[in-house]
Nanobody, 125 residues
Framework: QVQLVESGGGLVQAGGSLRLSCAPSGRTFRNYAMGWFRQAPGKERDVVAATTWSGSRIYYRDSVKGRFTISIDNAKNTVYLQMNSLKPEDTSVYHC??????????????????WGQGTQVTVSS
């Protein structure tokens, strides 16, 4: 059983930065894919960024390209989402997710098997 624990959310002004962390535990993740998703109230959960554990494939949604970076620190077994130039429309609950294989569609919510509880990101204008 994989457990995912997110941290790093908070309140920031537009143009600011935050770094989210996700620490999976419970097993090794060499063949996993990891993703960051967000869900605003009344809206569907959408992918923000995703990567295979090896980094061989990386996906970003168009609206965050050039501003967000997903990365993995193998030594710390932690997945990060560095978010720069934040905008009010980035306000949402951000969830870390793990897919038990790394061969699927990184952008598809249905590929992911384990989910964290989420961390709130609020960007003020």
């Amino acid at each position: 059983q994989v457990q995912l624990v997110e941290s790093g959310g908070g309140l920031v002004q537009a143009g600011g930065s935050l770094r989210l962390s996700c620490a999976p535990s419970g097993r090794t993740f060499r063949n996993y894919a990891m993703g960051w998703f967000r869900q605003a109230p009344g809206k569907e959960r959408d992918v923000v960024a995703a990567t295979t554990w090896s980094g061989s494939r990386i996906y970003y949604r168009d609206s965050v390209k050039g501003r967000f970076t997903i990365s993995i620190d193998n030594a710390k077994n932690t997945v990060y989402l560095q978010m720069n130039s934040l905008k009010p429309e980035d306000t949402s609950v951000y969830h870390c997710a793990a897919a038990l294989t790394d061969i699927g569609d990184l952008s598809s919510t249905s590929e992911y098997d384990q989910w964290g509880q989420g961390t709130q990101v609020t960007v003020s204008s």
